[in-house]
T-cell receptor
Framework: DAGITQSPRHKVTETGTPVTLRCHQT?????MYWYRQDPGHGLRLIHY???????DKGEVSDGYSVSRSKTEDFLLTLESATSSQTSVYFC??????????????FGPGTRLTVT | AQSVTQLDSQVPVFEEAPVELRCNYS??????LFWYVQYPNQGLQLLLKYLSGSTLVESINGFEAEFNKSQTSFHLRKPSVHISDTAEYFCAVSGAGNNRKLIWGLGTSLAVNP
């Protein structure tokens, strides 16, 4: 299994509070991704990173920010959590190799509930 | 732009029966194709992938998928399912111009009943 951990694994927070989710990898992969998974919507890309301090938006980036100061860590921040951000959040990493087809490896997920 | 359509949101099947989960994609360029599996309350795991070469690819637990370029499909099949195959299955595609992103289908929930 790829060395990917997410913390916390579960969190309940109140509307309007800031929340930071952490993704940590031990694989030294260049690419890292944050997804959210909701019933009926599958996986939706929030933000991704293609190197230290290099990030870009995905399809559902509003209300989220990210930072990557080290290769191994990719942080997702909800500046002011809303109930619509209640979801399961997954981090993924990729070797970014054409030989591997850019396949991604996933963390165990964080279940976030905003009350 | 690339897109992926999983034609069935739910597939109920009895144990030891065959199953096919359908996936179609749209792309004007060469693609790489993947099937991922997600067991309840877990992350996604790569089940199998097509990069090039033989159009039939297999997984270690008996699933297989066939890349059909003319039909732009990558259907997943298993000749005899087990209760333990109950999971969500996702089809995904990547390729040139996607900047290392995967385009995902919405998933198919496979429920294997005794």
């Amino acid at each position: 299994d790829a060395g990917i951990t997410q913390s916390p694994r579960h969190k309940v927070t109140e509307t309007g509070t800031p929340v930071t989710l952490r993704c940590h990898q031990t694989e030294n992969h260049r690419y890292m991704y944050w997804y959210r998974q909701d019933p009926g919507h599958g996986l939706r890309l929030i933000h991704y990173s293609y190197g230290v301090k290099d990030t870009d938006k995905g399809e559902v980036s509003d209300g989220y920010s990210v930072s990557r100061s080290k290769t191994e860590d990719f942080l997702l921040t909800l500046e002011s959590a809303t109930s619509s951000q209640t979801s399961v959040y997954f981090c993924a990493i990729s070797e970014s190799s054409a030989g591997q087809g850019y396949e991604q490896y996933f963390g165990p997920g964080t279940r976030l509930t905003v009350t | 732009a690339q897109s992926v359509t999983q034609l069935d949101s739910q597939v109920p099947v009895f144990e030891e029966a065959p199953v096919e989960l359908r996936c179609n994609y749209s792309s004007s360029v060469s693609v790489y194709l993947f099937w991922y599996v997600q067991y309840p309350n877990q992350g996604l795991q790569l089940l199998l992938k097509y990069l090039s070469g033989s159009t039939l690819v297999e997984s270690i637990n008996g699933f297989e998928a066939e890349f059909n370029k003319s039909q732009t499909s990558f259907h997943l099949r298993k000749p005899s399912v087990h209760i333990s195959d109950t999971a969500e299955y996702f089809c995904a595609v990547s390729g040139a111009g996607n900047n290392r992103k995967l385009i995902w289908g919405l998933g198919t929930s496979l429920a294997v009943n005794p």
